[in-house]
Structure formats: structure tokens, C-alpha cells
């Protein structure tokens, strides 16, 4: 990781989730899983938790930074590199790096031989998935191309804000624009704690110790 970047272990530290979750972002990254941060706030720390987890991915493998070029693309290679697409955000706005509609639904269109990290701003997952299928119209199968969605909520004060993890997700498939999945991971707010509440079926298939391998390294300081 660059010298300055936050990490994983620095999001452990900091409170904005405990060690499983990281593990749980790490092994995701390093699966090649596509990746979905929500929060309602903007400076929730969508991006920092993005980039945090993709420093986690296989050595070598691209991240391709998407914006609207002149010529109207939108940086997706031609050549299917097995890499990340990465989308700043999911927003209806006039900056170059956040996309909506016929955009969102060209990238969603082009995920086999991709991994997707992205954000949007909802009220949580279901909410996001409504954001992506209805507001944006991408078909139910492209949706369920999303592996885990990670739901940011921020408390405190505006001069010491709070941000945790307060759900982390794993997609089965959508159906109607709603994800069937199960909750690995949970924040319970009345004893500002985290709560490990199922096991993944898909996150740690394809790695030897599964997601308990790593937690460890997380869990050190």
C-alpha cells in the first residue's frame, strides 16, 4: 500500500469495523469479488474503504479508474483483463468519475471478465439495489454480478464524526430489484459493538483457511 494510504488494520483501529470485517474485505479482494459501499452521508468514507480493501487484491491485477471521456467512453478495456473497474460512485451528477443511467447500465453490461468496486449513496442495501435496478434500470441477472455490499452509517459530531461498518452483505442473486443474500457481519448500535451473524457461503470459497485465515492480522493492534 502506498506510503499515506488508510488500510484495513487502520480502519480496525479507528473503530469503522472490527477485525472479521477486514478479513472479510481482504479475502473478498483477493477472490476478485465484486465490491458495493453504501452510506447516506456524503464523507462517510466509501472510497477510502474501497481502495482499502482493493490493496488486498491479487498481486498484478488492474484497477481501471472509469470516467466519461469526450469521445464518450468510459475507460473500460476492450480486452477483458480479469481486472477491477472502478467507479467512483453511482450519483446523477456532472462529474466525470460518477455515472447514472445508460452509463451504469454500459458498465453493469460489461462485467464478465471484470470485478466491479463502486459506491452510492442509500439508506441501505436493499435501498442501494433499488437505486441500481430501478432507478437505473440494470436487468436483475447484471445486478446479481455484485458479491458484497457494505453499508457505512456515521454518528458523532461533525467535528468528531463516528463511522462503522453497519452491515457487510454477501449476494446470492436479485430478484425484482431486491438481493437475497444473508448478513455476515453487523454493527448493534445500542452496545457499540461488532456482531459476526453468518457464515459466507461464496466469500472464502476459493481460499485455503477460508476468511478465518486472515483474521488474525487485523486483529494484531
Not at 479508474?65 to 469521445?71: E, H, P, S, V, W
Not at 447484471?142 to 467535528?159: F, M, P
Not at 448500535?189 to 459476526?196: I, L, Q
Request: no cysteine; proline share 6%.
Amino acid at each position: 500500500m502506498p506510503p499515506g494510504e488508510i488500510g484495513l488494520a487502520d480502519l480496525v483501529r479507528n473503530g469503522t469495523m472490527s477485525p472479521e470485517i477486514a478479513a472479510t474485505l481482504a479475502v473478498a479482494a483477493a477472490e476478485r469479488r465484486s465490491l458495493l459501499v453504501i452510506a447516506v452521508p456524503r464523507g462517510a468514507g466509501k472510497t477510502t474503504l474501497l481502495r482499502a480493501a482493493l490493496a488486498h487484491r491479487p498481486a498484478g491485477m488492474p484497477v481501471h479508474a472509469l470516467q466519461r471521456y469526450d469521445d464518450g467512453s468510459l475507460g473500460i478495456p476492450v480486452r477483458r483483463d480479469g481486472g477491477y473497474l472502478f467507479l467512483n460512485e453511482i450519483a446523477d451528477t456532472g462529474f466525470l468519475d460518477y455515472f447514472w443511467g445508460e452509463e451504469i447500465r454500459r458498465v453493469f453490461s460489461r462485467l464478465d471478465g471484470f470485478s466491479l468496486a463502486t459506491a452510492l449513496h442509500a439508506p441501505g442495501v436493499d435501498a442501494a439495489f433499488e437505486v441500481i435496478g430501478g432507478w437505473n434500470q440494470v436487468p436483475d441477472e447484471q445486478a446479481s454480478r455484485i458479491d458484497l455490499a457494505v453499508y457505512i452509517e456515521v454518528g458523532g459530531t461533525a467535528r468528531a464524526p463516528r463511522r462503522r461498518v453497519a452491515e457487510v452483505r454477501e449476494i446470492d442473486g436479485v430478484r425484482d430489484r431486491r438481493p437475497s443474500g444473508r448478513t455476515l457481519h453487523r454493527w448493534l448500535t445500542a452496545d457499540d459493538r461488532f456482531e459476526t451473524v453468518d457464515a459466507p457461503v461464496l466469500i472464502g470459497s476459493a481460499t485455503p483457511g477460508g476468511i478465518a485465515s486472515r483474521i488474525a492480522e487485523f486483529a494484531r493492534g
